[in-house]
């Protein structure tokens, strides 16, 4: 057996992984810290043009073998397990939460509260905007007032978002320009943004802040040491204590050799699922329902937000393709009044081409050719289409899970992880009235700008999803702490997303950075 | 050796040499010099003839690069919400040849040269080769159902194509400078 000893071993390389690594590497520089991560390193950014071009050539996955066939878990939203995670290739979306997210059992009888105070985690949102290099602009509703300003102005509006700026404000509702993890001059040997816009996949230049980059950081000068391939399999108990003292896991070509990592601490950083996951993998004799797990909540209260898209056809004339990966934000309805029914959600405006794409045929089955096909695209092109979206804050009943599926396992025999989100009883109660109240949103918006609402459609499945192991001050009904300290092992953290009790309205990534970041002074005082 | 043991070990070479894979080797990776002429004289009839003949070769020439450069077995995008893992499949090469070859005899069964054939002749044969190859609508991007469907895929969903239409330097997904979006795109000279 191969044993490597370490200070802290951080279980999982994505962007939270990326972030606590390299604040306490900060905080601590004599820490000895190990990053152990299931899948590999994809650390050749001079490549990234080339991938990019044959995934819109050829649509190829522009991240190379940056899965294992084996570990996937049903309900997942991405196959990606790479050094960098999911961030690797995200928008770059870094809108931050509401007061109302960690209040919501104390403003409106909902759901639970997070164990943090709001002026507290603003703090740590303005680091990690400065970590993350976000670009923004301040929000015109008060509630949003910021301590700091953003480390850069906002991504400049396109014509085509200026004009859907001033058509989606005849509403009423204001609008601003989405905050984005993206350099609009090179920084922190990344980039400036040139408007590749496939921000989604992969951006050449780097501008898009993916965690690839804090690793290259970090692993160069040996401010860590970095294991990939490496799939952490169990964290074993103390003999006696209730600590932890070792992770043992495999590396991809030695399948057969266990790798144990003996550590002071522990930070398991693997994301909504795998965190969970190793947790259950973990069971023993003394915590037979897995690690951290003594209130039965880990892998429960899995959640995450529902969202709801639809496309208006308006008579402003656009030119779909200038910035289609930038996009208007709305925070009007992150705030609801106490004395009305409860609804949340953010508003989205992007340009689109949606209904104006070439077609092969007319309605009535007409083949069309050349000249015919383009002159037929052309008719279709007055005015714009526009793509909206709200994303719904829900809330996650107990029965929200992730367990283990006996029926399918890896290659080493563990069963992998299934996830199945269910909403609390007020949640599916509103359900109707909610779509309603957002349907209407967007037809307001629509109808504002003497525009229609041309089709509507549910998302079928959550977006940034968390949960799993959620903080909160009383161990019987969490998992950890707000620093993500688990009740039952003083030296295991969970981090990031797994520790939110819900999933907000808006895009999370922040926020699990933000968290995470939080954890670091803990994790590095402690 | 016995000469008997000889006979039957190379009778039961089939069975055990992977002929199967040595087929696949066998098979054209790239369109021949006579299918990509005919590639070409397809070309003003399902891509816009009102540009340039020099932009017509060039959008011909591209796609012809397109299918050297096709790589099988490669992961294609998983997807998000609901991943899935596909990988490419065998090159299209083979079919297309066998498409064209067919378009060909066609257009001479229907008395002489493509190009020589009435605009709707030229639509009925295609419309019929669509029909048979399962192509409804103009694929995202070249997915090798049919070699003209394809090309005009290839073409249709590009960057020039949508300024083209547009009458605009939009430059969609072109590397540019940020400020230029913020400016109505300039018209197409």
């Known amino acids: 057996m191969a044993v490597h000893e370490t200070d802290v071993c951080i279980i999982g390389g994505g962007i939270t992984s990326a972030m606590l690594a390299l604040k306490l590497s900060e905080l601590r520089p004599s820490l000895r810290l190990t990053v152990v991560e299931a899948g590999r390193s994809i650390l050749d950014v001079q490549n990234r043009g080339?991938?990019?071009?044959?995934?819109?050539?050829?649509?190829?996955?522009?991240?190379?073998?940056?899965?294992?066939?084996?570990?996937?878990?049903?309900?997942?939203?991405?196959?990606?397990?790479?050094?960098?995670?999911?961030?690797?290739?995200?928008?770059?979306?870094?809108?931050?939460?509401?007061?109302?997210?960690?209040?919501?059992?104390?403003?409106?009888?909902?759901?639970?509260?997070?164990?943090?105070?709001?002026?507290?985690?603003?703090?740590?949102?303005?680091?990690?905007?400065?970590?993350?290099?976000?670009?923004?602009?301040?929000?015109?509703?008060?509630?949003?007032?910021?301590?700091?300003?953003?480390?850069?102005?906002?991504?400049?509006?396109?014509?085509?978002?200026?004009?859907l700026k001033a058509w989606a404000e005849q509403s009423g509702l204001k609008f601003q320009s989405l905050p984005m993890a993206r350099n609009l001059t090179p920084f922190d040997g990344r980039g400036g943004c040139c408007v590749y816009d496939t921000c989604g996949e992969v951006c050449p230049s780097g501008a898009r802040y993916s965690p690839d980059f804090t690793f290259r950081q970090l692993t160069q000068p040996k401010k860590i040491v970095l294991h990939d391939r490496t799939l952490v399999r169990r964290l074993v108990l103390d003999d006696r204590r209730a600590t932890i003292v070792s992770a043992t896991g495999v590396h991809q070509d030695r399948p057969d050799e266990t790798i144990e990592y003996r550590a002071k601490k522990f930070i398991v950083a693997s994301g909504y699922c795998w965190s969970s996951h190793l947790l259950l993998l973990s069971a023993n004799a003394r915590f037979p329902n897995g690690l951290a797990n003594s209130s039965g909540l880990v892998g429960r209260y899995m959640n995450g937000h529902r969202f709801i898209n639809a496309s208006a056809n308006i008579d402003d004339q656009t030119y779909p393709g200038q910035n289609m990966t930038h996009s208007l934000i709305s925070r009007e309805y992150f705030r609801c009044r106490a004395d009305r029914p409860f609804v949340r959600h953010d508003t989205r405006v992007w340009e689109s081409s949606s209904g104006r794409n070439p077609r092969l045929r007319t309605p009535d089955g007409k083949l069309l050719l050349g000249d015919e096909l383009m002159a037929d695209w052309r008719s279709r092109t007055k005015g714009s289409s526009v793509r909206l979206r709200a994303y719904v804050d829900v809330h996650p009943s107990a029965d929200s899970r992730l367990t283990l599926d006996a029926s399918k396992k890896n290659r080493?025999?563990?069963?992998?992880?299934?996830?199945?989100?269910?909403?609390?009883?007020?949640?599916?109660?509103?359900?109707?009235?909610?779509?309603?109240?957002?349907?209407?949103?967007?037809?307001?918006?629509?109808?504002?700008?003497?525009?229609?609402?041309?089709?509507?459609?549910?998302?079928?499945?959550?977006?940034?999803?968390?949960?799993?192991?959620?903080?909160?001050?009383d161990p019987a009904t969490s998992v950890c702490d707000s620093f993500g300290r688990t009740h039952d092992h003083e030296n295991l953290f969970v981090v990031g997303a797994p520790t939110t009790p819900t999933g907000g309205c808006t895009n999370g990534t922040l926020t699990f950075v933000a968290l995470t970041l939080r954890s670091a002074d803990e994790i590095a005082r402690a | 050796m016995k000469r008997r043991t000889l006979i039957q070990w190379i009778?039961?070479?089939?069975?055990?040499?992977?002929?199967?894979?040595?087929?696949?080797?066998?098979?054209?990776?790239?369109?021949?010099?006579?299918?990509?002429?005919?590639?070409?004289?397809?070309a003003p009839?399902?891509?816009?003839?009102?540009?340039?003949?020099?932009q017509l070769r060039t959008a011909v020439e591209k796609f012809v690069v397109w299918t050297r450069g096709y790589r099988e077995g490669v992961a294609l995008a998983h997807g998000y919400g609901h991943p899935r893992l596909q990988k490419s499949g065998a090159s299209p090469v083979p079919v297309y040849l066998a498409q064209l070859s067919s378009l060909e005899a066609d257009a001479r069964?229907?008395?002489?040269?493509?190009s020589a054939l009435d605009p709707e002749a030229r639509r009925a044969l295609l419309d019929a080769a669509f029909v048979k190859a399962g192509v409804r609508n103009l694929p995202p991007r070249p997915l090798g159902q049919h070699v003209v469907a394809d090309l005009m895929a290839h073409f249709f969903r590009s960057s020039e194509a949508n300024d083209l239409c547009y009458h605009a330097a939009i430059n969609r997904e072109v590397c540019r400078p940020i400020q230029i979006t913020t400016r109505r795109p300039a018209p197409m000279s």
Not at chain 1, 416 to 439: G, N, S, Y
Not at chain 1, 441 to 465: I, W
Request: charged content about 25%; some cysteine; glycine content about 10%.
């Open chain 1, 50 to 163: 080339r991938y990019r071009e044959r995934a819109l050539e050829y649509g190829e996955h522009p991240w190379p073998e940056d899965y294992i066939e084996d570990q996937q878990a049903a309900g997942i939203i991405s196959m990606t397990m790479a050094v960098g995670g999911l961030a690797l290739h995200w928008g770059g979306a870094c809108n931050r939460f509401s007061e109302e997210d960690l209040r919501l059992k104390s403003m409106y009888g909902l759901a639970t509260d997070w164990p943090i105070e709001w002026r507290e985690l603003e703090r740590y949102y303005c680091e990690a905007e400065r970590r993350l290099h976000v670009s923004g602009e301040p929000s015109p509703h008060p509630e949003d007032a910021r301590t700091q300003p953003y480390p850069q102005g906002p991504i400049p509006l396109s014509y085509n978002l200026q004009l």
């Open chain 1, 412 to 473: 080493h025999g563990n069963p992998m992880p299934k996830i199945e989100h269910h909403f609390d009883e007020p949640t599916l109660a509103r359900q109707a009235a909610t779509k309603e109240h957002v349907l209407g949103v967007f037809g307001a918006l629509a109808k504002a700008g003497n525009g229609r609402v041309v089709n509507t459609s549910d998302g079928d499945y959550l977006d940034h999803p968390g949960g799993g192991c959620r903080m909160g001050a």
């Open chain 2, 11 to 42: 009778a039961a070479l089939p069975a055990v040499l992977p002929f199967a894979r040595l087929r696949v080797f066998a098979q054209p990776r790239e369109l021949t010099p006579e299918a990509v002429a005919f590639l070409h004289e397809i």
């Open chain 2, 45 to 54: 009839t399902v891509l816009p003839a009102s540009i340039a003949a020099a």
């Open chain 2, 109 to 114: 069964a229907r008395g002489g040269r493509w």
